[in-house]
């Protein structure tokens, strides 16, 4: 590895760890603004949202780039792939937290209503998920990124529930159904945040295997993490 290459693959990881940060503030304040009906604070993180896409962009086009000049094989060829994917992952969940920002800015204008299922929940494991993507990231840690895959399970479970809550409410008090349908579109953001952290985990392990796991996590798990 020449001087020049490692030097680009650091700025490269440096880049896509200030994106990393960056994504999850965002998220960490969408959350923040549903829990206290803030739609000040709504309105600041759609406009974070060109910045997260313009760093997106940027991370691509430099993957592109050292592919380009240098060639790069093995760790370091799925380290650039690895990157490309988590690069992209990450600007769908900075849309998410702005979708679900976006849906807040609504609901603040409405009368507050009767919350059916345990959102603060459901975003604490999201949030945790994404947390937990990145450290095994930065950590090349694999177990971590099992038990964020696991944990998947968790969030889509709530997001079910979160439809049977609100489908009764609805039934119940029809003229509240706009806002209750912002609370259920809150509820698949949040879910697929969970999906993208996943996704997040998944690459992870390529990087760090060399395994595809996708559709196939059961048959590359790791002995001590069944």
Known sequence: MTLHFQREIERLKTDLLSLSALVEDTLHRAITSLRERDGALARIIIDTDPDIDQREVDIEEECQKILALH?????????????????????????????????????????????????MGMAKKAETMLRNSLDALVNLNVNLAYEVIDADDEVDAFNREAYVQIENCIQKNPTLASSYTHLLGISRHIERIGDHATNIAEDVVYLIEGAIIRHRTEEYRPANHQ
């Open 71 to 119: 060639q790069p094989v093995a760790h370091d060829l799925r380290f650039l792939i690895a990157c490309l994917k988590i690069n992209a992952e990450l600007e769908r969940i900075g849309d998410a937290a702005v979708n679900i920002a976006e849906r807040v800015v609504f609901l603040v204008t409405q009368e507050p209503i009767e919350v059916p299922f345990d959102y």
